[in-house]
């Protein structure tokens, strides 16, 4: 599910075991995204809210996630949220290779995430200190040709508008 906190599965063909919690966006046509090198299409996603691991999810604020938010947001997409791919880069320790998406309605669905997670009172971790709306294609794992296909298969999408019509929260390998 991205953002670190998938525990790597000792064979590759076998998936990676998601930790975390989020509340996510999916884009209509992942497999335009996908590439060989990368996360399978049904993985790609834009996280709205990161609250670390699930296992430390307080049993309320992983109600307040999967019911409340995840209602909220799916009241907002009347045909889905649109935005468009502003850049290419590699985010994070684990060198993942992203697409930037620029969307008023993404970043508001963000803040309103957490605006109505701190009016309610309830704790979370979050993972990085400022948001930056992307879509991970993959981890290149040290292997620079992995990481060369990536970006340029992240660069080749760099101004393609995006529809994300999908919205689903994630709680460990749990998705709503």
């Known amino acids: 599910m991205g ?14 075991v998601n930790t975390g919690a ?11 995204l996908a590439h060989d090198h990368g996360d399978a299409p049904d993985q790609l996603h834009c996280t ?14 992983e109600a307040f996630i999967r019911e409340e938010m995840l209602e909220r947001i799916e009241k907002d997409f009347n045909g889905g949220i ?17 697409l930037f998406v620029e969307s008023a309605d993404v970043q508001r669905l963000h803040d309103d995430v957490f605006a109505q997670l701190d009016e309610h009172g ?10 930056i709306p992307h879509v991970t ?34 709680v460990a390998d749990d998705t709503t």
């Open 122 to 131: 309830h704790q979370y971790a979050e993972q990085y200190p400022s948001y």
């Open 3 to 16: 953002h670190g906190e998938n525990t790597p599965a000792e064979d590759e063909d076998v998936a990676p």
């Open 22 to 32: 989020m509340l996510a966006l999916y884009p209509s046509t992942p497999e335009n």
């Open 48 to 61: 709205i809210g990161y609250f670390g691991k699930a296992a430390d999810l307080a049993p309320e604020t």
């Open 137 to 170: 294609l993959g981890y290149a794992d040290g292997d620079p040709i992995k990481q060369a296909a990536l970006f340029d298969k992240a660069r080749s999408l760099v101004g393609e508008p995006v529809l994300f019509d999908r919205c689903g929260a994630v």
């Open 82 to 98: 649109e935005g468009h791919f502003s850049g290419a880069g590699v985010l994070g320790d684990d060198a993942a290779t992203v």
